[in-house]
């Protein structure tokens, strides 16, 4: 400790002594880092704060940054216009935001800086508010300065918002007070944002160059009565936020982004003093919280009513009591209703899609209002893979009782495909087979607009059909193929096909014929090339069983297989496989498979045989392992 005293003491020239900076960790100690819930409080409330500005953004900084961080931001801690702009930037580096004199580096934040172990400030604003002198007190600590400056207040945060980026909009406020700045500072920093500071009547030439050279998506205007239309009119893509006074505005502002924003915690700051909320406004985006302010000591009503209406689990008050006094603390942590009960959720989504359960539910207030909390899933995300019921559970903080969402997975009905040959008619099934909740199949009636198709263009033609008693639509997908002969290099199944079609063996093989063929059996038949099975798009039914394969490439162009034998084939690789989701018996024991993934999307099988192959990694199937009614290998304890 003693050495990092001499350091500063012949490499900065803080004179600090030894005695005062143990009393001052000492003083930190206990002004930081104490927390007292109120126990007559429904919402926890803790303060962060120091014996003056410097201190307050120490606090901030212990608190965000226990572990250090490589980069800081560092403003003048006497004035507010350069330091307004901080806060996106602070959320794109994940540095915390200190303060300093003009002439000497803050002793308070040069400690800090050690402490974080920093190896680079951006310091906003030019040597007039944050000296040369300090920048070279940054460099004898072995810290690289980078300052961020323009001729003034406007083109400082012009400067900063292109460090920021422009590829997600800006935020806009009058720069010549600070309220309305210190509410979009961590708003902006939670949407990826910067904030553009602009003089009352009309834009600074600077300003009109950068708007014309940049492209801006979207500009968020907190309105002003000092704020001119001449102003708003040159922004891009406005939309204003506005309210009679910042207070209100700071309300509207967290309203209109609560979306993005984590409102279980709230940051609390004086609105008529810069240095705390701005503090917050670096610790803050950390956790997407929004900064609520009081005007002095005072509740604005709409401050009121926000609090009184929202559910709130935890208030940070920024700086002291002789700013925002104990007597308002306690009546913050009052004001927030607590949950009384909590609506259980149900939802519907078909099988194999995605689904992100939502991240707040409804609850009911002790005061009898409606709201809405983040709620924490046990899955953050689930993929549907099979059809039936399922139960999420999920918590919510400060609440004892969990919440449930009862999630159905629903069949997807509308996958028919059939292959055609141009010039032919095409007879529409009158049922088909529906693969419902329970992991049954039932067979129901469907009704075309049309019976019969007469199609004598090459392409694919699509048609929806109805089922009685159901808003569920059947779509069927019907390819229309010139006709052509296939060629088999394997005489072995050319064999079997001719045999199948009642043909002479030496007779040519067209598609128009193998598209008649729904089932065919080609078990233990010497075979080793499938080449040509390629066609038989409309094949619900296949043996291949005890043939030395190899390579089946060929089988993924047949999703309408239901059936599917290939045991014993010599194969190690099951990819062609992947999308013939329409499978409910697979037969893929005793070859020299390595890896079952896959079959993870083969969601409506019923029968599956994987034993005798060169792994016992069956993971990627165990989502549907319990609709499994026939199958030849088990996980550990099933």
Known sequence: MYRIVQYLETRTRILITKKHFILSLFLISIIVFVYVPKASASTATNRIAGYDRYQTTVAASQRGWPDGADLAILAYGEDYPDALSAGPLANKYNAPILLTGSKDLNSDTAYEMQRLNVKKVYIIGGEAVVSKEVENQLSSMGITAVRLAGQDRYETALKVALKVGLSKGVFVALGTDFPDALSIGPIAAANEMPLLLVPPHDLTASQKIFLRKNKIPASFILENSKLSDEVIYQFPNFEVIDGVDPYERNINLITR?????????????????????LAASALAQKTKNPLLLLKGNTLPNSALSFLSSNIISELHIMGGTSVISASTESTLATLPPQIASVDNLSDTVQEQQTYDPPKTVTVTTTNGLKAKVPVTWSLTSVISQTTGNYELEGTIKNYSNNVYLSLTVTPIWNKITAEIIQNSNFIFPSTVEVPMSDNTVKTLPVTWSINTANLNKIGTYKFEGTIPDSTKKVSLTLKVSADSE?????????????????????????????????????????????????YFTNLKTLYLGKNNLKKITQLAKLTNLNHLDLRNCGLNDLTALKGLTSLTFLDVASNSVENFT?????????????????????????????????KDFHFGGN
């Open 598 to 630: 896959p079959l993870g999307q083969l969601t409506k099988l019923t029968s599956l045989y994987l034993s005798s192959n060169n792994t016992l990694d069956y993971g990627p199937v165990r989502i549907y392992y319990n609709n499994l009614k026939e």
């Open 486 to 534: 296939i060629k088999f290099p394997d005489l072995a199944l050319k064999t079997i096909v001719s045999r199948r079609l009642g043909k002479h063996p030496d007779a040519a093989i067209y598609k128009s014929d193998v598209l008649e063929i729904t089932d065919l059996f080609a078990y233990d038949s010497g075979i080793t090339d499938i080449n040509g099975l390629e």
């Open 257 to 277: 982004f609560a979306d993005s924003l984590d409102l279980d915690t709230l940051y609390i700051a004086t609105g008529e003093i810069f240095p705390d909320a």
